[in-house]
């Protein structure tokens, strides 16, 4: 298992997915919306819209530094 699919093993076990693509996952943890990229980026994320606009803007882009 390669590390992006443990890692979202690990957010689908403890926390409430909301949605999900194959380069990033949105989810609550707790009363937080978070949307994390593969890429390594992290967002605040409020609503589907917003997720999809991250996954068009961010999806794809190297966010290491």
């Not at 690990?10 to 994390?36: F, H, M, N, P, S």
Request: charged letters at 25%; aromatic letters at 10%; a negative charge.
């Amino acid at each position: 298992m390669n590390h992006w699919a443990a890692h979202l093993a690990l957010i689908k076990r403890v926390c409430d997915v909301q949605a999900e693509t194959a380069d990033a996952i949105w989810y609550l943890d707790g009363d937080a919306g978070i949307c994390e990229m593969r890429n390594g980026a992290l967002f605040s994320c409020s609503d589907l819209n917003e997720f999809n606009e991250l996954c068009e803007m961010f999806s794809g882009e190297d966010m290491t530094e």
